[in-house]
C-alpha cells in the first residue's frame, strides 16, 4: 500500500520560502498567481497486509510524531487504494 | 482556485533524505514503512478569472521552468474546483 502525507505550515505561521517563489514568479511574469506556500510531502511504501484502517491510524501517529511538528505545521493524509501508482 | 504542484525526485535518482526519514521511523518502532520518499509541495492561489483548462496550461509551464528541475525531478499537478479547500 502507498500513502502520501502532505506536511504544510498552519496558516497563521509566515512562510518566507513560498513569498519568495511568488516574488520569483511575479518577476519572471507569472502575474497570476496570488500566492505561494510551499510545504513537504512524503511518499510512504507500507508493508503488505496491514488494512487501511490501521494504516491511517498509523500514518496519523507517525504524521503527528515525527514528520510535522504540530506547533507550527498541519498535515493531511492520503491513502492510495492498492496497485495504484 | 488553487492548485497544488507536487514535486518529487524521479524513481531512478536516489533520495537520501527519504531514506533519512525512514531509517529513523525504523529506529522508533515503525517497522511496517518499507520505503520513504520525500518531495516538496507547493499550493499556489491563482487570481479569480481563469479558466480550469488555462490555469493547467499555465501551472504545467510554471512547474517545468520554475518549481521543479526535469532532471531529476518529476511533477503532479492538482486543480482544486473553485471553493474547495
Not at 497563521?12 to 510531502?41: E, M
Not at 505545521?73 to 487504494?81: A, D, H, S, T
Request: aromatic share 4%; glycine share 6%.
Amino acid at each position: 500500500m502507498k500513502a502520501f502525507v502532505h506536511v504544510s505550515l498552519k496558516k497563521s505561521v509566515l512562510d518566507p520560502q513560498g513569498k519568495t517563489v511568488q516574488a520569483a514568479l511575479q518577476r519572471l511574469g507569472y502575474s497570476q498567481i496570488a500566492a505561494v506556500r510551499q510545504g513537504k510531502s512524503f511518499e510512504l511504501d507500507l508493508e503488505p497486509g496491514l488494512s487501511e484502517p490501521d494504516a491511517r491510524q498509523l500514518l496519523e501517529r507517525i504524521a503527528r510524531d515525527v514528520l510535522a511538528n504540530p506547533v507550527i505545521e498541519e498535515y493531511r493524509i492520503e491513502v492510495l487504494p492498492n496497485g495504484k501508482r
